[in-house]
T-cell receptor, first 115, second 113 residues
Framework: EAGVTQFPSHSVIEKGQTVTLRCDPISGHDNLYWYRRVMGKEIKFLLHFVKESKQDESGMPNNRFLAERTGGTYSTLKVQPAELEDSGVYFC?????????????FGPGTRLTVL | DAKTTQPPSMDCAEGRAANLPCNHSTISGNEYVYWYRQIHSQGPQYIIHGLKNNETNEMASLIITEDRKSSTLILPHATLRDTAVYYCIVRGISSGSARQLTFGSGTQLTVLP
């Protein structure tokens, strides 16, 4: 069974440009999460989808970040316009529906560098 | 979710047991203890979780004290591939609990040859 996949693995862009990150969760996982680690900091939650609905987006840093999950399958996270402080590693995770103690499965992350 | 405290770093000799401690003195009755790890350049990986009983799986054992204020993750025979940052996370499972994981600083475990 394929795990959580993320694309691209690395992205280098200039300040002011737009970048879109993609996450494909494990098939059948209704719950999808985005996290990120910026330089020297801890991994922080960004938002949580249940199917196509945003369950919790309290961790989104500002309105330059837009996450979507049309159709409840893959998700995209767009940063527009990107700023230097957006550099870091963006992780996606998915989880089966039902019991909240079900584990989250993480993807390998997308390393974003904003120059 | 309750906060956790972990030592910033630990070393362990290859082949020996690695015992990683975690304090969670404010844990409440419906909160589970989870352990994840992050090997360099990979995403976090689930290891084990427990409520009050000790748990064991193919990766590790989790020992939770009777008062649930602390726990220990045990890797019985550490290998070089176990070098990673280990995160102890306390998380509620009730309908009002946060559904995301709250990562702290973790413990950097270095397994030495």
């Amino acid at each position: 069974e394929a795990g959580v996949t993320q694309f691209p693995s690395h992205s280098v862009i200039e300040k002011g440009q737009t970048v879109t990150l993609r996450c494909d969760p494990i098939s059948g996982h209704d719950n999808l999460y985005w996290y990120r680690r910026v330089m020297g900091k801890e991994i922080k939650f960004l938002l949580h989808f249940v199917k196509e609905s945003k369950q919790d987006e309290s961790g989104m840093p500002n309105n330059r970040f837009l996450a979507e999950r049309t159709g409840g399958t893959y998700s995209t996270l767009k940063v527009q316009p990107a700023e230097l402080e957006d550099s870091g590693v963006y992780f996606c995770a998915s989880r089966l529906a039902g019991d909240l103690y079900n584990e989250q499965f993480f993807g390998p992350g997308t390393r974003l560098t904003v120059l | 979710d309750a906060k956790t405290t972990q030592p910033p770093s630990m070393d362990c000799a290859e082949g020996r047991a690695a015992n990683l401690p975690c304090n969670h003195s404010t844990i409440s009755g419906n909160e589970y203890v989870y352990w994840y790890r992050q090997i360099h350049s990979q995403g976090p990986q689930y290891i084990i979780h427990g409520l009050k009983n000790n748990e064991t799986n193919e990766m590790a054992s989790l020992i939770i004290t009777e008062d649930r204020k602390s726990s220990t993750l045990i890797l019985p025979h550490a290998t070089l591939r176990d070098t990673a940052v280990y995160y102890c996370i306390v998380r509620g499972i009730s309908s009002g609990s946060a559904r995301q994981l709250t990562f702290g600083s973790g413990t950097q475990l270095t397994v030495l040859p």
